[in-house]
T-cell receptor, first 116, second 112 residues
């Protein structure tokens, strides 16, 4: 149980285009999902917290107009990188929190974004 | 603000050796602490989660401990195998499991 999927697993796009990444909880409902970014050989940095039915909460330094987050249902959150530039190239990972005694987060397999 | 540090940054051991990975955190008001494994180019696999009220958790050859008073957690791997080679990350969660703060990770290589 507690499986999280991401789509696509990798994407290559031209500078200036927008890219949408989907995060799905497959076998549970997640009222809260999180989006992280990981640069090569670095750890994960939280970008934003996504709550179903409300606006996402962004971490300091993360541009909300650049990284659009939509949490339309209890099983789906999307991250759209708008007008992507080469510096947006990174590994994006989502997680979904299981509402339980432990409030554990389960992570998706990640999406590798390369902007040319 | 929570900060998480992991030592060592990299570790190379022969197969069969027992080993300890260290994690320290600055804010003792921690909700839980999780240990993850990450293979190159992949997402995170949750290994163990320790609630703030717990001292340790065990799963197979893995044992994780938590000492809030000293701000430390350790991951003990018994009888290491080449398949254990990966990056190990620890992360501390704030209130209600929100805002996981990750350490930089320990890159483990188990040589056959």
């Amino acid at each position: 149980g507690a499986v999280v999927s991401q789509h696509p697993s990798w994407v290559i796009c031209k500078s200036g285009t927008s890219v949408k990444i989907e995060c799905r909880s497959l076998d549970f409902q997640a009222t809260t999902m999180f989006w992280y970014r990981q640069f090569p050989k670095q750890s994960l940095m939280l970008m934003a917290t996504s709550n179903e039915g409300s606006k996402a909460t962004y971490e300091q330094g993360v541009e909300k107009d650049k990284f659009l987050i939509n949490h339309a249902s209890l099983t789906l959150s999307t991250l759209t990188v708008t007008s992507a530039h080469p510096e947006d190239s990174s590994f994006y990972i989502c997680s979904a929190r299981v509402r339980s005694l432990y409030n554990e987060q389960f992570f998706g397999p990640g999406t590798r974004l390369t902007v040319l | 603000k929570q900060e998480v540090t992991q030592i060592p940054a990299a570790l190379s051991v022969p197969e069969g050796e027992n080993l300890v990975l260290n994690c320290s955190f600055t804010d003792s008001a921690i909700y839980n602490l999780q240990w993850f494994r990450q293979d190159p180019g992949k997402g995170l696999t949750s290994l163990l989660l320790i609630q703030s009220s717990q001292r340790e958790q065990t799963s197979g050859r893995l044992n994780a401990s938590l000492d809030k008073s000293s701000g430390r957690s350790t991951l003990y791997i018994a009888a290491s195998q080449p398949g254990d080679s990966a990056t190990y990350l620890c992360a501390g969660a704030g209130g209600y499991g929100n805002k996981l703060v990750f350490g930089a990770g320990t890159i483990l290589r188990v040589k056959s």
